[in-house]
């Protein structure tokens, strides 16, 4: 009975697509690891903190292109709807991200005084360049999705990982510094286009329409806000270091999450992206909608909690052998921030569930209030240093498993 359980469990669609997912990942870790050790080998951290720095502007500027919002709304459209939805999400995806490209340029030099970095000016500005790629293979890639082709996703993400970290290898050891990250990302970022448009017949329109355009943002701004306040959550704490600690610190503390939670996080995003289309199918019959949900979540749980114990108590062997002695600092923060990434796997799911059924609001609130006791337990945790702040973190994400447990249970009644 057991056997055959489990077989069920691991042969199910949902198990079948956090494979490939996974696969994309294993290959994203690998090459990854190797790039963590370069920069770790090469860069102060100091050079850490200037990178932590770009990649936050990266992330809270990607949240602005609506590439969640309008995706989801293409997966959840109606067949009859369906052409018409991404006709328009299109075009709305064109305008947004012009728009990004200028307000990152404008953001570029306030960002960069805030620091007191002004290095950072030109990377900040040259790296917008990448949205413009963005229209070009988001309807495909939220169409392959809906079709639940994850294989496709990972195989994108997959060899992007792989040009991504070759390119930062070669150009850090060659000397370019923070430089080598900008230019990774956007020459990486054309895969997406290549592979979508090899895999999805989906052509853009040649006529110019916004038609039911209310709907897509309706949507569209409710994933904003959560993702808005979900990437000021997961940037908040880099920003809060930066600011009232130092770039140093901000880079010891920045590794310790590479390091750390970056292998778990990445397995979690995985197993999330798989999940929200496999909901969307039996989102109107909530028998069907209960069993995917917790039996998903259970195959998270049983794939996630064993790594995140093993990478956490190994953590003082491995950081000094791999990464060098001058690490042995973000040892602490690194074993705390990978305990988080447990409760973390709970809440992503809950969201995943309720976006599915369209409880967005919901969402969206509870994400309002998380956030501003996140930010206040975070500014007063600051005071007694990084170490206090990871502590902080974990606290934060284990009471997101209150609201995970009523939701659910509130969302899943007969």
Not at 18 to 32: K, S
Request: aromatic share 12%; with cysteine.
């Amino acid at each position: 009975m057991i056997f055959l359980k489990l077989k069920h469990r691991f042969t199910s669609q949902f198990t079948r697509n956090i494979g490939w997912l996974g696969i994309a990942e294993l290959v994203n870790r690998i090459f990854r690891l190797s790039t963590t050790v370069t920069l770790a080998r090469l860069f102060a951290p100091h050079d850490y903190g200037l990178v932590a720095i770009i990649y936050t502007v990266h992330g809270f500027a990607d949240v602005f292109s609506l590439r969640a919002g309008i995706g989801a709304k293409i997966i959840q459209a109606e067949e009859r709807q369906l052409e018409l939805v991404c006709q328009t999400a299109y075009w709305l995806n064109w305008l947004l991200c012009i728009a990004l490209v200028i307000i990152q340029c404008i953001l570029a030099y306030p960002i960069a005084l805030f620091y007191e970095e002004r290095e950072l000016i030109f990377p900040i500005c040259v790296l917008s360049l990448m949205y413009l790629m963005f229209p070009v293979f988001m309807v495909q890639s939220a169409l392959v999705q809906r079709e639940n082709r994850l294989k496709i996703i990972a195989l994108c993400a997959a060899t992007q990982s792989i040009i991504s970290n070759l390119i930062i290898i070669c150009l850090a050891l060659l000397g370019f510094g923070v430089w080598a990250i900008v230019w990774a990302m956007i020459l990486s970022t054309p895969v997406w286009i290549f592979i979508t448009y090899r895999n999805h017949s989906w052509r853009p329109p040649k006529a110019f329409t916004l038609q039911q355009w209310q709907d897509i943002t309706s949507f569209g701004s409710s994933m904003l806000g959560i993702e808005l306040l979900d990437k000021i959550r997961l940037n908040l704490d880099y920003l809060i270091v930066g600011r009232f600690l130092s770039v140093e610190a901000l880079g010891v503390y920045f590794f310790a999450f590479s390091a750390g939670l970056g292998i778990s996080q990445n397995i979690i995003n995985a197993m999330i992206s798989a999940l929200f289309p496999y909901l969307c199918e039996v989102r109107e019959n909530v028998k069907q909608l209960r069993e995917r949900y917790f039996s998903s979540l259970k195959t998270t749980v049983i794939i996630i909690a064993p790594l995140v114990l093993l990478q956490s108590s190994l953590a003082p062997l491995y950081v000094p052998i791999v990464f060098g002695s001058k690490w042995n600092s973000a040892i602490p923060i690194l074993i705390i921030i990978c305990l988080s990434a447990i409760p973390l796997a709970f809440t992503l799911a809950t969201y995943q569930l309720l976006n599915a059924i369209g409880k967005i609001k919901l969402t969206l609130q509870w994400n309002v209030i998380y956030t501003i006791i996140f930010a206040s337990a975070l500014l007063l945790a600051v005071r007694w240093g990084v170490v206090s702040v990871a502590i902080t973190v974990l606290i934060c994400q284990m009471l997101t498993l209150l609201f995970s447990y009523l939701a659910v249970q509130t969302s899943l009644k007969h």
